[in-house]
């Protein structure tokens, strides 16, 4: 996993956690393909995502299973087509 933060935006390669912080409701703002992995960029870099990547990396979430696999299979799409983000592309 390849995480980084910065004070404007958090980004991360693992595709299973960016799905998760999509459904507590963070806001992917981009996919970044111009790494060997492709990053997905969350809004901000806030003490709130930090604590849900802390409690995701423990094991500790409670999300809706259905809406996580959906969302999973939309953002590997998203990657494996390395399709731009726009907004509402995974409701499309």
Known sequence: MNNNHSQDSYK???TSLAAY???EGF???DI?????RAEFVFK????SLAEA????SIGKTQVDAATYARLHRKL????????PWTEGV???
């Open 12 to 14: 991360t390669s693992d």
């Open 21 to 23: 912080l999509f459904t």
């Open 27 to 29: 806001q992917i703002i």
């Open 32 to 36: 970044d393909y111009s790494n060997p």
């Open 44 to 47: 901000n870099n806030s003490p």
């Open 53 to 56: 990547v802390r409690l995701y």
């Open 76 to 83: 590997t799409k998203l990657v494996v087509s390395q399709t």
């Open 90 to 92: 995974i409701n499309g």
